[in-house]
């Protein structure tokens, strides 16, 4: 009996290697693509400052692109989610060109957005292709649809691990649906391989050695309570400002729809306020990704892991700048910008606490992101993935209470409250 049960599940192994496999290997290729003309457009902007001025023209070319050609991906991420938490109309094709096309106008005219948001709907949008041309049934949309996002997220950052873990995750709070891990983990590893194997490569990121300080319990406890504490104070700031970012971007798309008749208007206005913005604080620090410095002083999420590399306030500057942007209708993603708010908060938070800088950077970077998301395991093993797993008990504690911080609303609005994170000490009220 027992033989039969092992053929059996060595043969659903190799089926979902297989279906999977084509989906990984050209969602892998298109994001090289994506990231080597994401990197062009934000460069070549750098050389030419004056290409600011065109962003609000860029945004009006964006809403007309969406209106003509993808009306029915506008929903972007959250399209993906719904579609693997209950079927609907299916993921248009058009869905990865037109992300892509409209992400990287979005960089090349300055706009504070990310790039996870363009990568998860290529997957997703190829992995749906896909799915219909193996005439699979619902539930095996669904697990192929996973594995997309998975195989996205995991190429566009380097994190096949986490990649997997965040596709189970990210669907509905509270629930993580086991059925779908080996095809995802499948997908994210052989994406991840592919975009390597184009010679594109990820942005490094270190910590510094955090020396053991002595304390009055050193001699009894072997962990140092005294920076746990630190830990769960910067995490509880990372989770308040998760919680002011994806409220930001929901109010701010509910201000411009309810108060611009005109919708075309909405990313031009958008535009003029981010040009606005950067004439007030003098720099162009907090525009496209951050990552890449403009100048050999610029804030970028590098530079918040070293001393000096933040101000007290570009964590919230990057928030205005990038919640703007998305509400406004320009196209890219929410993660990057979330990881630049948490390693620039990290760097002001390390500064107040007299905590090691580079750690809380760190800490900051996954934990902004975990509470957003509401996606704590995958956001941990993030941590581990790019910083090495000598703190992994401080990422997991960072994100996990960033996580109950952030709230119930997420970034995503697609996504499912299964299990509350907390009771409502009130019962006749609702837990959301």
């Not at 890449?292 to 892991?305: C, G, H, K, L, V």
């Amino acid at each position: 009996m027992k033989k039969f049960q092992y053929y059996a599940i060595l043969k659903q192994l190799l089926r979902w290697t297989i279906l999977v496999f084509p989906t990984a290997v050209i969602t892998g290729s298109v994001i090289a693509l994506f990231l080597w003309l994401l990197n062009l457009a934000i460069h070549y902007r750098f050389a030419h400052q004056w290409l600011l001025f065109l962003l609000p023209l860029a945004g009006v070319a964006i809403y007309f692109i969406y209106y003509y050609l993808g009306k029915n991906t506008e929903k972007g991420n959250n399209l993906i989610i719904e579609e693997i938490s209950q079927s609907g109309a299916g993921i248009p094709k058009r869905m990865a060109p037109v992300i892509l096309v409209t992400t990287v106008i979005t960089h090349l005219f300055g706009g504070s957005a990310g790039r996870e948001g363009t990568a998860v709907q290529i997957g997703g949008s190829i992995a749906g292709m896909l799915g219909r041309w193996f005439r699979l049934n619902e539930m095996d949309t669904k697990v192929m649809l996973t594995a997309g996002v998975a195989a996205g997220f995991g190429a566009v950052f380097g994190t096949p691990l986490t990649g997997a873990i965040f596709a189970l995750e990210v669907i509905a709070i509270g629930r993580i649906q086991y059925h779908a891990l080996f095809p995802a983990l499948v997908a994210s590893v052989i994406a991840d391989m592919t975009v390597a194997a184009w010679g594109v490569h990820h942005t490094p990121y270190r910590i510094d050695i955090v020396p053991h300080t002595a304390y009055f319990l050193s001699d009894w406890l072997p962990m140092d309570l005294l920076l746990i504490f630190k830990v769960i104070v910067a995490a509880i700031a990372f989770g308040l400002s998760s919680y002011l970012f994806s409220g930001m971007v929901h109010e701010i798309k509910g201000l411009f729809s309810k108060n611009v008749a005109i919708k075309w208007l909405i990313p031009f206005l958008g535009g003029v306020i981010i040009i606005g913005l950067t004439y007030v604080n003098g720099k162009q620090d907090y525009l496209s990704l951050g990552v890449d410095p403009q100048y050999p002083a610029a804030i970028t999420i590098p530079s918040a892991f070293q001393a000096g590399g933040a101000d007290t306030w570009s964590w919230l500057w990057k928030t205005i700048y990038t919640t703007i942007t998305l509400g406004s209708g320009f196209k890219g993603g929410e993660v990057t910008p979330l990881f630049y708010i948490g390693a620039t908060l990290g760097n002001t938070m390390a500064e107040l606490l007299n905590a090691p800088l580079s750690l809380f950077a760190a800490l900051g970077f996954i934990a902004v992101f975990a509470g957003a998301t509401n996606t704590p395991l995958a956001c941990t093993m993030m941590g581990i993935e790019l910083f090495g797993g000598e703190y992994a008990l401080l990422f997991a504690i960072a994100c996990f209470t960033a996580y109950f911080f952030s709230g119930h609303r997420g970034i995503y609005s697609a996504q499912s409250l299964i299990v509350p994170k907390f009771e409502d000490p009130d019962p006749t009220k609702n837990a959301v």
